[in-house]
């Protein structure tokens, strides 16, 4: 296997890695504080049914916890496997949000454990749900420092290179990047936003499949009203992104815009096809990529023809910016329609149709992660670390790599098999309404 072959391999098998890692982390960066909102309201409410919400969320969530973990662990691995030469010269740098993510993880884990183990022993029910607290902080932490680290590889500083040799290395520097609020924050928006709408397109199907539950009406409308919330956040967010790119990875936001020559009043291009150099079919909104890089309609924004052809990233970055994108706008949308309708007791919210729009949004938000992942990635490219080292300088020369790449893609299919198969016997066999009678005959037990 030669050295291109080695880098295709490399980098196939990282992507592989993090687009089946991202579903298990969005999850468990989502969903602590999901179970944290639903533990608040039963209690303050006095509603037995938000207390079971998060007793029931609780016990998926530990399945896809142990997901998470195995493959987090796969990419710790490849790291240093497939990109010796990067972690040679940037280990030193980033060890420290490397190490925080993973105290972070085992404090969620160790509070976690408590939660679970000590549900019905604590008499006061506030008391208990403190516990959350600091899982939902591990949980979001865990992201905020790996995202930390993805974050320099982006706008990487901290050090300086004397003679091939890192030196005056300034670790706290390295994480605290240019790159660091927007990614950060749009990250665990992101993350928050889509267990949402997975929860929420859970609560949906129930509805479908005939189960008329008021427990479920209560879990869809919670999810729905967080998921826009965080859905309006991540708009915000994307918009001070934006304006990153725009000073510091100029060439990253003209690529993902097809934005060839450097202009005043830059129209954005949603959509649309590349025909020799030449955009067909697009939908151009005047003077909106100014605004969205600079706040202003009349700014000028640096095309692609500025920078060299071999610094420039793949074009087709493009499509994965309309797809995350259009989704953020559609959940956006119609998570509003819902809370407002829900609001005005419009008939439309209980109808077929519309719960199944619910239902399709929790898989269309997975894909909104999975395209906003490789854009950032791809987008990157051909830097893997920007300015300093480039991607086939970064990857191993092992002949061995094609191999890797299979007994991995093996180990990833028996745990989405696996997970998929314990989560729906778990509550295929534990009902909602078997639960609900399992509790009023306990309470009847001891009034007696």
Not at 284 to 289: E, F
Not at 326 to 348: D, P
Request: charged residues 15%; proline residues 4%.
């Amino acid at each position: 296997m030669g050295n291109e072959e080695s880098v295709f391999f490399s980098r196939v098998l990282t992507e592989l890695t993090l687009s089946f890692h991202i579903i298990y982390a969005t999850i468990g960066v989502g969903i602590p504080l999901m179970i944290m909102i639903a533990r608040w309201v039963g209690i303050k409410k006095q509603d037995e049914h938000y207390i079971l919400l998060a007793r029931r969320w609780t016990r998926g969530f530990v399945i896809t916890v142990a997901v998470g973990v195995v493959t987090g662990t796969a990419i710790g691995l490849q790291l240093s496997l497939l990109w010796p030469n990067f972690m040679e010269l940037a280990g030193n740098v980033i060890a420290l949000p490397l190490f925080m993510e993973t105290f972070a993880f085992f404090f969620e884990a160790i509070f976690l454990g408590i939660y679970l183990y000590t549900w019905d022993r604590f008499e006061n029910q506030k008391k208990h749900m403190l516990l959350l607290i600091p899982v939902a902080i591990g949980a979001s932490f865990s992201a905020v420092f790996i995202t930390i680290v993805n974050a320099f590889m982006n706008a990487p500083q901290g050090f300086d290179i004397v003679n091939g040799q890192l030196v005056n290395i300034n670790p706290v520097l390295a994480m605290f990047t240019p790159a660091m609020p927007t990614k950060v924050a749009h990250v665990l928006s992101t993350a928050y936003m889509t267990s949402a709408f997975v929860l929420a397109s859970i609560g949906a199907y129930r509805l479908l499949k005939g189960s008329n539950h008021v427990y479920h009406k209560k879990a869809l409308f919670l999810t729905m009203k967080i998921g826009l919330i965080f859905s309006i956040a991540t708009a915000v967010i994307g918009d001070f992104s934006g304006k990153y790119l725009a000073e510091y990875q100029p060439e990253k936001l003209a690529a993902a815009e097809w934005h060839f020559e450097t202009e005043e009043g830059a129209p954005l291009m949603l959509y649309g096809v590349l025909d020799d150099g030449e955009v067909k079919y697009a939908i151009k909104i005047p003077y909106a990529l100014s605004i969205l890089a600079h706040s202003n309609p009349n700014a000028e924004v640096i095309g692609l023809e500025e920078f060299p052809e071999d610094e420039i990233p793949p074009l087709y970055i493009h499509y994965l910016f309309d797809i995350m994108v259009t989704i953020g706008m559609w959940m956006t949308a119609l998570s509003l329609l819902y809370v407002v309708g829900t609001w005005l007791k419009m008939r439309f919210v209980s109808s077929k149709w519309f719960r199944w729009l619910v239902v399709l949004g929790g898989p269309l938000s997975m894909i909104a992660i999975e395209a906003g992942w490789w854009f950032t990635e791809v987008g990157r490219q051909p830097w893997v670390l920007r300015g300093i080292m480039r991607t086939e300088d970064a990857a191993t020369t092992s002949g061995q790599v094609d191999l890797m790449l299979l007994l991995f893609a093996g180990l990833y299919l028996v745990l989405a098999v696996g997970s998929i198969v314990v989560l729906t016997r778990m509550f295929r066999r534990n009902t909602v309404e078997q639960e609900l009678a399992d509790r009023d005959l306990e309470k009847e037990g001891d009034l007696r």
